[in-house]
Structures are given as C-alpha cells and as structure tokens.
C-alpha cells in the first residue's frame, strides 16, 4: 500500500514524492520536533519543508551585513559616548570658569 502526500506550495497543491535523510544530533532532532509541535502540531518534515520555502538567500546575506554594521555602530557609539563625556566635563569646566567658580 502506497500513500500519496500532498502539500502545499505557495501557488498549488503538489505530491510530496521525494525523501530527503538529514543527519542530526540527538539533541538537535529533540529541537526539531519541539519547534514543528510549537508551531501548530505540525510534522518535523512540514517545518523543515516551510523553512526550506521561506529561506531567502539574499536576505541571509543582508543579515550578515547588518550583523557587521551593527558591530561597526556600536564601537562608534561607545566611542562617541565617552567624547561627549570628555566634552561635557570640558564645559563644565568652562561654565565654572566663567561663573567665577575657578581661578
């Protein structure tokens, strides 16, 4: 007896005829099947089916990008923190000056 799967693309409806064997950890299957019952009580091969389908290689590479960027800002941040430190500590000196505070 044979049993004929169909699924859904995101135009159609078509057979699900071929196997795919991924190799996993233990630990790594374990978060699979937790991941496909946490997104509706799906099957673990209609997660990796959906994620094969949202998968964008593009954006993936954008992310990588944003990731670099996101480093890049963040040293410039810091180092933009501690000059505008250095300058309100100078103008806090110079009011103080001014004010007659300092000789």
Do not use: F, Q
Request: aromatic share 4%.
């Amino acid at each position: 007896m044979h049993i004929l799967m169909c699924i859904r693309t995101r135009r159609e409806w078509v057979a699900a005829s071929e196997r795919v064997v991924v190799l996993m950890s233990p630990a790594e299957k374990r978060a699979l099947d937790a991941k496909a019952a946490n997104a509706g009580h799906i099957s673990a091969g209609e997660l990796v089916r959906r994620a094969v389908e949202a998968y964008d290689e593009r954006a993936a590479a954008e992310a990588v990008e944003l990731k670099e960027w996101l480093s890049v800002l963040a040293r410039v941040h810091a180092e933009t923190l501690h000059r505008l430190d250095a300058t309100e500590h100078k103008l806090d000196g110079t009011l103080a000056y001014l004010r007659g505070e300092c000789e």
